[in-house]
């Protein structure tokens, strides 16, 4: 009896920890029947003519390398749209890419979808004046870390627009614009993505009208240190962020893999920004955050539940330090960052406390999830009301907010807007 | 009672081992290829028509048989101290200099060359590294042309016969199989780049430019001849190389794997320079990486010393940092280098399997690093 009763008892757990452990990860799994045509389509991207459309027929082709062009101008690939012509990487054997574009200029990719490359999807490097127009980039099957890094990922580049496309799966970032000037990312969706869209170190971007959800975290406008270019002046308005609540499936080391999960948004050390008239909802971390690098990049283990804040802000700022002195220009702090007319809600009543936000949330917040939060740390000879450092917040319906004060031990910790009741750059 | 508790039991197994069963095939592998039938579809095609030699013996660059690569008039052969590690692929290096055209030397980086030079480079496996004799299969010709002030790259595909090769643009994957030095056979999917992939390493600051022939890699004792002569004073006294002083007052590259050439640190940064520089310098592809392994590059944390990632993905491999001093185990650069997944793998192109040696090297170099020094 004893022994039935312990057999019964192990039993329950293990199909109790199977349905616990069976975490509801969203998985995009279109039926697919794979075309070989990979030698001849290989050779029209290779030998492609400047002046000319590249055109894809209906049909899911199958490619064990990557596709490139190289030093092309005034080309169009144009496939019979995202639902008819799939480009799939599954399996490759060779070249880290989907599609990969170099040097070029006045490119246009358009009406076709882009799945599985080991690395990114579609990466665009050193090119000027690059369209993506309904290119819809996924990783197929359950999200994982198996995913391939940028779904949509112009780098070092000028005068790119995305607009309509999709980017699902990434196990980065979905939409991902780094390094580039003058951009224009709208009407786009992105979901089942650690993060949904990404401006990195990007100077005149604008990103209107797009959907993010169901990601990590919808939105990220950073600024990070050591690259070869940095960013400023990104315009992010009338797109809808809601419920990026997802696991976080990034890589560790990576940058996103420090993205709580449930930040719909995070500006993040980037100068001259205007958000506004967007929708932010149901984000179970922040809303929205306003932070410097150095709260960012303080490693989410180092912040013990007991060690919220001091040891881990002392740390963090440690670990971050050694940047500066290489980095010299290189600046890690928010500002002239104006968020105004956007609307704000959220259902979740508790924040998670899978990260320290939330824990801090449960500390000094009463657990409530704030809409928007601001970190507070800026230079060390600096002031709240520098231009350089200024942080404007008004007209946002009801939105609550909180000044974490950070750099003092959150001892400064208030949800008292008034200081940065101004108008900035309306 | 005791007959109802088996049955309960069995169910019991049964359930647990279809939820293994099932949850284990959740976890597809995502990195296997599906298979892809072959349909006739017709392309429109836009493709540029060239002019390029449809085959190598077009060229004229060797006499008599072609596989024996014996060079013309006006074809010289050279060697560099430390190559790129291409699948253990041996090169056979040419310069095609039209008559009385001379190259101009260049202290760092690589010779000036007018146009009309072509450089050669034979890519074959020995069928036993032990026994030159018994012959070997070429399997590429890749050739950089300088036209009107530019470098283009073609490539050439050896026929099985070993007669010719034919130009090509799109790569392939062939099998290929050798007896090494220790008498092992050994086998690989051996990768021809494609055009694109030529320029992807081939290129500083967007320009396609040779990398082999630096004064550094070029500054050694001449190997095609009996004769105990510095390649680069060689080619001075031929008449083919201007503006050199002599090679003694110039840099030499360590041999990688001679350990009579330099310290371990040395010859891995020669390494590092032939198999990684071409892209990671502040020229190449990698720019944007901001990590640099040019021979000469002194700043340690450009060269991985405690510099996180930039845009490895998932290339890190959980770890924080390209080199960590004296701990090869938790440093991206031997995560990548011992991986296979062009995902993850270092180089990303021209090589399918670990370089052993290459990666043993590596070790050695990391693991003499002192943390206390950075």
């Not at chain 1, 995009?28 to 027929?57: C, G, H, T, W």
């Not at chain 1, 400023?232 to 609540?245: C, L, R």
């Not at chain 1, 100068?271 to 989410?300: C, G, M, Q």
């Not at chain 2, 030699?53 to 596989?67: E, I, M, T, V, W």
Request: glycine share 6%; with cysteine; net charge negative.
């Amino acid at each position: 009896m004893k022994k039935r009763l312990i057999f019964l008892f192990v039993f329950i757990l293990v199909v109790a920890v199977y349905f616990l452990q069976r975490e509801s990860l969203p998985t995009y799994s279109p039926s697919r029947d794979y075309i070989d045509l990979e030698a001849e389509l290989v050779e029209q991207f290779i030998l492609a003519k400047d002046s000319s459309v590249i055109e894809l027929p209906a049909g899911h082709f199958l490619f064990s390398q990557s596709l490139s062009l190289d030093n092309k101008s005034h080309l169009t690939v144009k496939g019979q749209g995202m639902d008819k012509t799939v480009l799939s990487f599954k399996g490759q054997s060779s070249g880290a890419e989907g599609i990969k574009i170099t040097n070029s200029q006045n490119i246009v990719l358009e009406d076709f979808a882009i799945e599985d490359a080991v690395g990114d999807n579609l990466k665009i490097s050193d090119s000027d004046s690059v369209v993506m127009r309904r290119i819809r980039s996924a990783w197929t099957g359950e999200v994982s870390v198996q995913n391939g890094a940028y779904a949509l990922y112009p780098v070092l580049s000028s005068n790119v627009l995305i607009e309509e496309c999709e980017a699902i799966g990434s196990s980065d970032a979905g939409i991902y614009v780094g390094q580039s000037k003058n951009v224009i990312i709208r009407n786009n969706k992105a979901f089942y993505n650690v993060a949904g869209i990404e401006s990195e170190n990007s100077t005149n971007v604008e990103i209107y009208g797009n959907e993010a959800y169901e990601n990590t975290s919808g939105l990220l406008i950073f600024n990070l240190p050591e690259l070869t270019v940095y960013g400023s002046n990104v315009n992010a308005h009338h797109n809808k962020i809601y419920n990026n609540n997802l696991t976080n499936f990034a890589v560790k080391g990576s940058i996103v893999s420090a993205v709580p999960k449930g930040a719909g948004v995070i500006i993040m050390a980037t100068k001259d920004v205007k958000f506004h008239n967007n929708i932010i909802e149901d984000h179970k971390t922040v809303n929205l955050a306003v932070v410097s690098y150095e709260i960012f990049a303080a490693d989410e283990d180092e912040l013990g539940q007991e060690t919220l804040a001091s040891e881990a802000q002392a740390r963090g700022l440690r670990a971050i330090e050694s940047d500066y002195k290489e980095d010299e220009s290189y600046n890690p702090y928010p500002g002239r960052v104006s968020i105004h007319d956007n609307t704000f809600s959220n259902a979740n009543f508790l924040p998670t406390f899978s990260n320290e936000f939330g824990l801090l949330w449960l500390l000094k917040n009463k657990a409530s999830i704030p809409d928007i939060a601001y970190d507070g740390i800026i230079s060390p000879d600096g002031s709240l009301q520098d231009d350089e450092h200024r942080l404007c917040v008004r007209n946002n319906s009801n939105a609550s907010f909180v000044y974490l004060d950070a750099s003092h031990d959150f001892e400064g910790f208030t949800s008292d807007r008034t200081p940065f009741d101004c108008k900035l750059n309306e | 009672m005791s007959k109802k508790r088996k049955g309960l039991e069995k169910i019991s197994l049964i359930v647990i081992a279809l939820i293994a069963l099932t949850s284990c095939g959740q976890k597809e592998d995502k990195r296997t290829a599906p298979v892809a039938r072959k349909a006739n579809i017709a392309l429109k095609t836009n493709t540029i028509e060239t002019n390029a030699l449809k085959q190598l013996s077009d060229y004229g660059f060797f006499k008599g048989q072609l596989a024996q690569l014996n060079p013309n008039e006006n074809v010289y052969p050279y060697a560099i101290n430390t190559p790129l590690f291409s699948d253990y692929a041996q090169k056979a290096r040419f310069i095609y200099l039209p008559k009385g055209k001379q190259m101009d030397f260049k202290p760092n980086g690589p010779m000036d060359f007018e146009d009309g030079a072509i450089l050669i480079k034979n890519f074959y496996y020995p069928n036993d590294e032990r026994n030159p004799d018994a012959g070997r299969r070429i399997i590429e010709t890749r050739l950089l042309i300088k036209e009107k002030g530019a470098w283009n790259p073609l490539n050439y595909l050896w026929n099985e016969d070993q007669t010719d090769a034919e130009l090509d643009y799109v790569g392939k994957t062939m099998a290929v199989d050798w007896v090494n030095s220790e008498g092992k056979t050994k086998k690989l999917d051996y990768v021809v780049p494609n055009l694109n992939q030529c320029k992807n390493c081939h290129n500083a600051n967007n320009k396609i430019v040779p990398i082999g022939p630096t004064a550094a890699q070029l500054n050694q004792r001449y190997r095609s001849l009996q004769e105990d002569i510095n390649q680069l004073d060689y080619f001075k006294k031929l008449g083919i190389l201007k503006g050199l002083s002599t090679a003694e007052a110039q840099d030499k590259m360590p041999i990688w794997n001679d350990v009579l050439t330099g310290s371990v640190e040395e010859r891995a940064k020669a390494y590092l320079d032939a198999n990684c520089a071409h892209c990671h310098s502040a020229q190449g592809s990698a720019k944007n990486a901001g990590l640099y392994l040019n021979y000469h590059e002194n700043d340690q944390r450009r060269r991985g010393v405690f510099k996180p990632p930039i845009a490895a993905g998932k290339g890190s491999g959980d770890h924080q940092y390209d080199i960590v001093p004296g701990k090869p185990e938790e440093s991206i650069f031997m995560y990548r280098m011992i991986s296979n997944d062009p995902a993850i793998r270092m180089p990303e192109i021209g090589r399918s399997v670990v370089h052993q040696e290459g990666v043993d090297l590596l070790q050695q170099y990391i693991k003499g690093l002192v943390e206390e020094s950075f």
